[in-house]
């Protein structure tokens, strides 16, 4: 039996798609994707910035320590929502994890992880993260909420949410470290 060129092409075209869809080389190429895609996050426009007025918001550590996110009001906060099976989480965190390197001691920083504690904790283990990882105990805030992962919020001390990206981004950007810097000259 003898195939013909279409025949071999679409043959390829369907392995291609087995491979992405059903093994991890298609998880890293979406990682992969996410990470050449991914751009500066934008500010939202002034008169368009909602006001994070409720911070009543329970979150729980790794170690189980409890932080009550009312106690970061008047701080300069950014708080991430991802998971370890989000490909475009995973991409976006090597430039949240720079950010935070240099920022550790003036911005408040809330990794908030949709997963299992024990695969989250292995995951940053694996990577050598060092990251303030939480794990929600009570509903997020409305204002916070997202149906979709990766999302950032970066909310200033007035509790202004200056930032509301969705998807994976670039957050160790220049534009980015400007931001912080005049947010926290507020």
């Known amino acids: 039996m003898k195939f013909s060129r279409e025949q071999i092409s679409n043959g390829i075209w369907i392995l291609a798609i087995i491979l992405i869809v059903f093994t991890p ?4 190429l979406r990682v992969l994707v996410s990470k050449v895609i991914a751009t500066s996050a934008d500010v939202v426009e002034v008169n368009e910035q909602n006001t994070l007025k409720n ?7 790794a170690e189980g320590q409890h932080m009550d996110f009312t106690s970061q009001q008047g701080e300069v906060v950014l708080v991430n929502f991802w998971a370890t099976w989000c490909p475009p989480c995973i991409a976006e965190l090597p430039s949240l994890v720079e950010l935070h390197k240099d920022y550790t001691n003036k911005v408040v920083f809330a990794f908030v992880a949709s997963d ?3 695969k989250v904790t292995a995951f940053l283990e694996r990577k050598g993260y060092q990251l303030p990882v939480y794990f929600e105990a009570s509903q997020t805030p409305d204002a916070l909420y997202s149906k979709s992962i990766p999302a950032t919020y970066i909310i200033s001390k007035s509790g202004k949410i200056v930032v509301d990206e969705k998807g994976a981004a670039n957050w160790n950007s220049e534009s980015t470290r400007a931001l912080l810097d005049s947010l926290l000259l507020e």
């Open 25 to 28: 080389i298609g998880f890293h």
């Open 55 to 61: 911070y009543h918001w329970n979150l729980v550590d």
């Open 116 to 118: 299992e504690r024990d």
